[in-house]
């Protein structure tokens, strides 16, 4: 296990660090609560061990050699983040009325972030490139896979708890507007620096 320490590090620091993914978990649970983003928790915690796991098997190899994939990836995912951050600054700052008009993102939209956010792919190459080996097979690429869901799962949970706290202060419709745009500016800001 102490050779998986650096990656399990690794995974630790990308998986707390602000990033698009933890921004809408944050985001979510503040404005729907604690429930509502454990789906999202999970799709994106899965998708982006499938990552890892399929970069490790080739497709890394296949997206690296494919620049302008690389490009329409970049703009569809920039593209999707740019729509959540507007979904979450012209919500209601009632969280009943924004239960009732905004659907959530849930489990199978947070995975689809994660295929098309570039920081993801991203820190899956580094995985396969720094911590794998040359010597790597299927079953080390299986338990790097593992090993960044289980990592990444309570450091999503982290952010939702914190989103979940936030509305304590949040308890104002000012408050939650200004909490919005504020997480609507951070996304925007996280999703154009992962170009």
Known sequence: MTQFLPFMLFAFVASITPGPTNILVLSNSSRFGLAAAVPIIFGACAAAAMI???VGLGAGEWL???PRLQQI???LGLAWLLYLAWQIARSPADPVEAA???RRL???GAAGLQLVNPKVWMMALAVVGVFSGTNADAGRYAIHALLFFLIALPCL???ALLGAGATRVLRSAAKM???NYAMAL???VSALSSL
Do not use: D, E
């Open 177 to 179: 507007r200004m909490f």
């Open 100 to 102: 009732a008009a905004i």
């Open 157 to 159: 949970m982290a952010w």
């Open 106 to 108: 849930g489990a199978l």
């Open 73 to 75: 990836m970049a703009w």
């Open 186 to 188: 951070l996304l925007v």
């Open 52 to 54: 890892v796991l399929l």
């Open 64 to 66: 690296l050699s494919h």
